[in-house]
């Protein structure tokens, strides 16, 4: 698992909620919604943000579930 940050992206903010998109054209939407793939950008994001991901296998839209410095949760989008 590789997470790189300059490849995370917002692509819309308003009144604390922020929408994002992250590319990998290394890992697979199974490794990129594991817990603590966004570790290193925990201090960036908030609980509700919701990610456009793209990985080596397809796209997938996740909800942040918990966030803190060094931690972040996501769940797939029902």
Do not use: C
């Not at 509700?48 to 797939?76: C, K, P, Q, W, Y």
Request: aromatic share 8%; glycine share 8%.
């Amino acid at each position: 698992m590789a997470f790189t940050i300059r490849n995370l992206s917002v692509l819309a903010y308003a009144n604390g909620f922020t929408l994002w998109h992250y590319k990998s054209s290394k890992d697979a939407l199974q490794e990129i919604s594991a817990p603590d793939y966004f570790a290193d950008a925990g201090d960036m994001l908030t609980p509700g943000d919701l990610m456009m991901t793209t990985g080596t296998d397809g796209g997938r839209v996740i909800i942040v579930a918990a966030a803190e410095e060094r931690h972040v949760v996501t769940a797939s989008l029902s």
